[in-house]
């Protein structure tokens, strides 16, 4: 069963999306604390903060993030750079995994069809 949900899910799907979501909700306060060590004065505390939001891949830390790519210090820009590169890849995958919800839309069947005869026919 989802505890998000209340679903039951099945097989390993099932157990793919529980595990999604106590890793969603484990990460939640997780980047925030790392956010809060964005502050602190230690060139390298900074530093393990910052590749540490990368990892955790959550978007809310690009915010924080972007004024770092610009600091005086050139390892704080580049590092900043890589984790944003992580996160926005992360997020590339996430958006990939999730199923098409307008699969079958008319919306869709229409944009799909008028892309089709606009190609040219070669």
């Excluded at 505390?45 to 939001?53: C, G, K, P, S, T």
Aim: net charge neutral.
């Amino acid at each position: 069963m989802d505890s998000d949900t209340g679903k039951t899910t099945g097989g390993d799907a099932g157990v793919r999306l529980s595990s999604v979501s106590a890793v969603t909700r484990f990460r939640k306060p997780l980047v925030d604390y790392l956010i809060s060590g964005l502050e602190e004065n230690d060139k390298w505390v900074r530093i393990l903060a910052i590749d540490m939001l990368g990892r955790a891949g959550d978007p809310r830390a690009a915010e924080y993030l972007k004024p770092l790519l610009v600091d005086r210090d050139r390892d704080l820009r580049t590092i900043s750079a890589q984790a944003m590169d992580m996160i926005h890849s992360q997020q590339a995958i996430v958006s990939r995994s999730q199923p098409d919800r307008c699969a079958s839309c008319m919306i869709r069947i229409i944009a799909e069809e008028a892309l089709t005869q606009q190609k040219p026919r070669g």
